[in-house]
């Protein structure tokens, strides 16, 4: 088995271990017990349950990037509702305990730098994302003019991680938060003399 195979297998570990223990009671040894590595080998990998969750973050980043990327449409309007819709959808493999294990690792990350590190990681590619569709449609005429794409961005990134949050603790749909979404970019984004095509 060469590193890459031996990493896989580790996040694949960790994924399991915080879906059946949470953060708060996750222990080396739960997440040896989900692979078949022993608790020495991951120590000899990771030096505390701490780096081996900041490289599960760094995993889970590059997956969000690749399933993010590129969003599909032929204008800026169109583009921008679909990247909202692909961070809104949970990812096939999505369950509720995993959902609710990164929230209690958002909840350290005040606490944890290498915790807060990575997760700004998501909020600003997410931003730079909207930002850089915000200003093509800025630039082509779809959005108005006097909008500022990067407090924009901001903005929505704000609401669609109060959306992720509002599903974890409550088990309430995104649906609301998609409607509104589109709502807010019809009626406060787009040009008055753009038709909307999206």
């Given at each position: 088995m060469n590193d890459g195979d031996t990493a896989d297998d580790i996040m694949d570990a960790t994924y399991r271990a915080l879906c059946t223990h949470g953060y708060a009671d996750l222990t080396m040894q739960d997440?040896?017990?989900?692979?078949d590595k022993s608790?020495?080998?991951?120590?000899y990998h990771y030096?505390?349950?701490h780096d081996l969750l900041c490289a599960f973050l760094e995993y889970l980043y590059d997956g969000f990037v690749d399933r993010i990327e590129d969003p599909e449409g032929e204008t800026p309007h169109a583009r921008l509702l679909s990247l909202?819709?692909?961070?809104?959808?949970?990812?096939?493999d999505g369950s509720e305990e995993f959902g609710t294990a990164i929230l209690e690792i958002r909840a350290h990350a005040p606490y944890e730098p290498g915790f807060r590190e990575r997760l700004t990681k998501f909020d600003e590619y997410l931003i730079d994302e909207l930002e850089a569709i915000l200003e093509d449609g800025i630039a082509d005429g779809t959005f108005k003019s006097d909008l500022d794409a990067e407090e924009t961005a901001r903005f929505i990134v704000t609401v669609l991680t109060g959306a992720a949050t509002e599903r974890v603790t409550t088990g309430r749909p995104v649906e609301c938060t998609r409607r509104m979404l589109t709502e807010y970019v019809e009626t406060h984004l787009l040009d008055g003399q753009q038709e909307v095509t999206a």
């Open positions: 997440i040896a017990d989900e692979s608790k020495a080998a991951l120590h030096d505390s349950k909202v819709d692909s961070v809104l959808d949970k990812p096939d």
